[in-house]
């Protein structure tokens, strides 16, 4: 959607009309997808069920160890996106 934004913005800025519709028209996905939501589920479920075995098998410390990575990971993953959304503020302001 940021995208889509973007790009209509620079259209106007620049009063450039041209024959092409948007990729908002089109239906293309120029933002973040639900793919990254559906990861970080899949991280979680994973993570929950290597705990639960983990802490019945009594190896309490491994089953934090794992906990930890898994949070560790999701965090890169919507640091990524968060960049993303800066450099597009950023464009978006001319900064």
């Keep these: ?15 450039k009309h041209t ?3 948007s990729p908002c028209v ?4 120029t933002g973040m997808n639900v793919d990254l939501i ?8 994973l993570v929950s069920i290597l ?7 009594g190896r309490e410390e491994m089953a934090m160890m ?4 898994g949070v560790v990971v ?4 919507v640091a990524k996106e968060i960049v993303n959304l800066f450099d597009t503020v950023k464009a978006l302001f001319g900064f």
């Design 1 to 15: 959607m940021s995208g889509c934004l973007l790009n209509e913005l620079c259209c106007r800025k620049e009063k």
């Design 19 to 21: 024959e092409e519709p």
């Design 26 to 29: 089109l239906g293309e996905d």
């Design 38 to 45: 559906f990861k970080i589920a899949a991280i979680g479920i």
């Design 51 to 57: 705990n639960i075995v983990l802490t019945k098998s």
């Design 66 to 69: 794992t906990t930890l990575a």
């Design 74 to 77: 999701v965090l890169l993953m």
